[in-house]
């Protein structure tokens, strides 16, 4: 066997290593919480080595930071989505559909968010974490009322980035009141009514 075929074999076995790791820790956390999960837990359930479980991660926060950037990539590919409207109908229309399956997403990831929400009150490194992913979001948010502005479908004489802010914790307000399951009406009449108030303020 060559030296080339011997390093892809122990690679590929790497990454799978790190996987369950990672598939482990979820368990666990979803089970315990953050504040009392344990990397221990998590190497036991996953059947590996402690040597081999600090090769990959320094410890719990290490673990849960990835966590979190899997389940806020499905979050982000909702924010991603292509923004060029030609009417304020259409731009309307299309942050509607955002809001939307931002918010529902919420829901489908629940369990996992409460475990974010703990850590980030715990955790500086977390806590950092979710703020630097905020961030990217109201970046991308800060883009598309740029393009409105230059399209001359939104106010120019607004702030694109302090109203990209204010979209965005909007947002987040609901999606953390969605984690807790303390929302009242449904995630369309959320959706419905902060993006009525967000576009008739912003567009022309």
Do not use: C
Not at 41 to 51: L, S, T, V
Not at 119 to 140: L, P, Y
Not at 180 to 198: C, G, P, Q, S
């Amino acid at each position: 066997m060559t030296d080339e075929k011997v390093i892809d074999k122990r690679h590929l076995r790497s990454i799978k290593t790190r996987e369950k790791l990672l598939e482990a820790a979820k368990e666990v956390f979803l089970e315990d919480g953050f504040h009392k999960a344990t990397i221990s837990q998590m190497i036991k359930k996953a059947n590996i080595g402690y040597g081999t479980a600090y090769v990959h991660f320094e410890g719990k926060e290490d673990i849960l930071i990835v966590l979190m950037e899997n389940v806020m990539e499905k979050f982000y590919e909702i924010a991603e989505v292509s923004f060029f409207p030609k009417t304020k109908k259409e731009a309307m229309e299309i942050i509607l559909e955002q809001a939307t399956a931002f918010l529902k997403m919420a829901e489908t990831e629940r369990n996992m968010m409460q475990v974010f929400e703990q850590a980030i009150g715990i955790s500086t490194a977390i806590s950092n974490k979710w703020k630097a992913i905020r961030e990217k979001f109201i970046q991308r948010i800060s883009e598309d009322i740029a393009y409105a502005q230059e399209s001359r479908l939104a106010r120019p004489e607004l702030n694109h980035k302090l109203a990209a802010r204010g979209w965005f914790f909007t947002n987040e307000m609901y999606l953390w009141e969605i984690v807790r399951n303390e929302h009242l009406d449904t995630v369309e009449e959320v959706a419905k009514t902060i993006t009525a108030i967000y576009t008739r303020g912003l567009y022309l």
